[in-house]
């Protein structure tokens, strides 16, 4: 099976970012050319979309997760994204209302004050959103 094929055979699965697609080919031993090739070639034929995955990605993790800011970035990055991209995407995304939104669901089941601080800190939210939440 050449690296194409095994890619196809990833995405059939689930949709994937480059750099995470890139990773997983060259876990198999596939050489470095031939996965450059591939994820070009997967980039033609658009198979691979690197900004639709990853507004995809985040828009169900936000819809399904309760995380802050800096967990969501840490999910991107995962998948592939480098920093810079994922911050930009979450900046667009994720505003402070929203993610303030999602710490509520968060703070009607947690009625000591500092339990509850730390717990939003865990899960990566903002610091502004901790305190406004906090204060209330």
């Known amino acids: 099976m050449n690296a194409y094929d095994k890619a196809i055979q990833l995405l059939k699965i689930r949709a994937?970012?480059?750099?995470?697609?890139?990773?997983?080919?060259?876990?198999?031993?596939?050489?470095?050319?031939e996965v450059d090739e591939t994820i070009k070639r997967l980039v033609q034929e658009r198979l691979l979309d690197n900004s639709q995955f990853a507004e995809?990605?985040?828009?169900?993790?936000?819809?399904?997760?309760?995380?802050?800011?800096?967990?969501f970035k840490a999910k991107l990055m995962q998948r592939g994204l480098a920093g810079n991209e994922a911050e930009v995407l979450l900046r667009e995304h994720l505003s402070l209302e929203l993610e303030q939104?999602?710490?509520e669901k968060i703070k009607d089941r947690e009625t000591d004050r500092m339990k509850l601080a730390q717990k939003l800190q865990r899960k990566g939210f903002r610091t502004e959103v901790i305190q406004k939440l906090i204060d209330k």
Do not use: Q
């Not at 995809?56 to 967990?71: A, Q, R, S, T, W």
């Open 56 to 71: 995809n990605f985040l828009h169900n993790l936000i819809k399904y997760k309760n995380f802050g800011f800096y967990m």
């Open 16 to 33: 994937h970012h480059s750099g995470e697609l890139e990773r997983k080919l060259l876990m198999r031993k596939f050489s470095r050319g």
């Open 101 to 103: 939104s999602i710490a």
